[in-house]
């Protein structure tokens, strides 16, 4: 007679075999972790960008748009509790740029044109800004929370920022700074993105 030898697995074998699966699937539980956890950041990151770049965006193409010259200035900073940005615009594009509200037909009322942003408030908590129109007779001046919304900015005042807006000459520089809540300083887990503005009205002479 052939006697057959069956040879099983060993507790030990068995004991092993669990240990190694459980390592494999920590591990590849801790990848896809720490993958989800990019994923959320990058996207973070991204929206918050965004996000600041629209803004940016809005004031540059309103600040390239300003009107003016040296002695009447195109463009309104105002850093007091009144926080608020405003560009001269020539609404008609007739080339006449004057501070008054426009006399003559066609251009009654239309000569010409503030469009400002402010962030009403200087409270921390206060990060909304708005933007409006304002006639040239009632002159620059702030928005508020009626007017439309336009997006976020991590500053108590413009005046508080590290490089507050300045115009000089027919150059405009500001700079907007956003969080992913504005409301909190920054942090690892509250990144802050800056997004400088830079730009020369081709509509606003230096003299």
């Not at 052939?2 to 459980?22: F, N, P, Y």
């Not at 993958?35 to 004031?59: K, P, V």
């Not at 615009?89 to 239309?110: E, H, W």
Request: proline share 5%.
């Amino acid at each position: 007679m052939v006697a057959h030898s069956c040879k099983g697995i060993t507790l030990l074998e068995l004991l092993v075999s669990l240990v190694v699966v459980g390592v494999v699937m920590a591990g590849v539980t801790a990848a896809d972790h720490a993958f989800r956890r990019f994923d959320r950041e990058n996207t973070h990151d991204s929206t918050l960008y965004i996000r600041a770049m629209a803004l940016a965006e809005m004031i540059r193409v309103d600040a390239s748009l300003a009107v003016g010259w040296a002695t009447s200035p195109g463009v309104q900073i105002d850093t007091t509790a009144n926080n608020f940005l405003c560009f001269r615009q020539d609404n008609n594009q007739d080339g006449v740029i004057d501070n008054n509200p426009g006399t003559v037909a066609p251009y009654i009322g239309v000569r010409d044109s503030w469009k400002c942003y402010s962030k009403p408030g200087a409270a921390a908590a206060n990060v909304n800004v708005y933007k409006c129109s304002r006639t040239i007779p009632a002159g620059a001046g702030a928005c508020t929370a009626a007017d439309q919304y336009v997006g976020k900015m991590a500053w108590n005042v413009f005046a508080t920022a590290p490089n507050p807006p300045t115009f000089a000459g027919n150059q405009f520089i500001f700079t907007v700074i956003d969080r992913d809540d504005p409301t909190l300083a920054k942090s690892i887990s509250n990144p802050e993105v800056k997004i400088t503005i830079n730009v020369n009205p081709v509509g606003h002479s230096a003299s």
